[in-house]
């Protein structure tokens, strides 16, 4: 897989590369590559189950200040984790309430954004200086195996504008962001039509924040059985 070594002059803005990626048998040098990026600091745009994210190392406060400003989204805003397993969410969580345990078993993976208070490890500024962190583990084979390659959860904030809509296809993330970002992997449009709910658990309470690809009805019912 060729790519262009030559060094840009300091004014040029290189275009965004793009590269094929199978949904649901995601190639492993291309996953590989990408994961490169995610190590340099770099954020990247990758398919999710609902629509595209933007992914970078949550770990790394320069790279978190890069989505902040891929996006133009306020730093008071938290950014959404992105992990692969509930055993992984649990290491960034404070305190772990039982309906925390509750949903994600139910709902998990799959288009659920648990919102809990964050353990130390996490950077303030990713929380959006709340202490509180978003994470997920999306029903993606792209994005949970982009996140075995750097053996870390990522960020999975929305690939679009701050206050535009998302974007479930590369064509529109192009259209928005362009050379903000080095890399997009495509795997083709995501059929999202609604972002994921995300539920508010506090320790003896919880509360739908925002309805989306599941009905509050249905998180009512995970309670009731």
Not at 46 to 72: C, H, M, Q, W
Not at 168 to 185: F, K, M, S, Y
């Amino acid at each position: 897989m060729p790519w262009n070594t030559a060094q840009p002059a300091a004014s040029e803005h290189l275009p965004v590369e793009v590269l094929k990626i199978s949904p649901e048998a995601p190639e492993r040098h291309v996953v590989d590559y990408a994961a490169t990026f995610i190590r340099r600091g770099r954020v990247i745009a990758i398919p999710t189950d609902t629509v595209y994210g933007l992914s970078a190392d949550p770990f790394n406060l320069a790279a978190i200040e890069r989505v902040f400003r891929v996006k133009g989204r306020p730093e008071s805003q938290a950014l959404p984790i992105l992990v692969n397993s509930i055993e992984q969410a649990v290491t960034l969580v404070r305190e772990v309430p039982d309906a925390f345990l509750t949903l994600a078993n139910k709902f998990w993976p799959g288009a659920l954004t648990l919102v809990v208070a964050a353990t130390h490890r996490l950077p303030l500024k990713v929380t959006g200086n709340t202490g509180r962190v978003a994470l997920r583990w999306p029903d993606s084979r792209v994005a949970t195996a982009l996140i075995d390659a750097v053996e870390s959860p990522i960020t999975g904030t929305s690939a679009n504008l701050s206050g535009r809509p998302s974007c479930t296809n590369v064509q529109q993330i192009v259209e928005q962001l362009d050379d903000r970002l080095p890399l997009i992997l495509d795997a083709g449009d995501t059929g999202g039509i609604l972002a994921s709910t995300i539920v508010r658990v506090d320790e003896d309470s919880w509360f739908v924040a925002r309805e989306g690809a599941i009905p509050e009805s249905e998180i009512r019912k995970a309670f009731a059985l």
